[in-house]
Nanobody
């Protein structure tokens, strides 16, 4: 069983910053891809950023230059540094991981979500 636990959401003023963290846990865990998605009220879940085990990273156009995804493989943790936040960044942010263990092949896992609200 693989679990993802997120932290770091909250309320911030426009132009402010937040840092999200997501840690994966499980026996003999091997993680390929870790990513962040978000879902605003009334909208579909959308991809935000991805990082692979080799360190390759990619961001959605809507957050380029403002958000930075990074990863600590030793801690099975992915981070999302969010700067210059805008009201339209308000959403529930979800952590995603494609991971396997000794007994379970590669599957997709999701965190419980953390609320980010950008408002003055």
């Amino acid at each position: 069983q693989v679990q993802l636990v997120e932290s770091g959401g909250g309320l911030v003023q426009p132009g402010g910053s937040l840092r999200l963290s997501c840690t994966a846990s499980g026996r003999n865990l091997r993680i390929a891809t870790m990513a962040w998605y978000r879902q605003a009220p009334g909208k579909q879940r959308e991809w935000v950023a991805t990082t692979t085990s080799s360190g390759t990273a990619a961001n959605a156009d809507s957050v380029k230059g403002r958000f930075t995804v990074s990863r600590d493989n030793a801690k099975n943790t992915v981070y999302l540094q969010m700067d210059s936040l805008k009201p339209e960044d308000t959403a529930v942010y979800y952590c995603y991981a494609a991971a396997s263990t000794d007994r379970i092949p590669v599957l997709a896992y999701w965190g419980q979500g953390t609320q980010v609200t950008v408002s003055s």
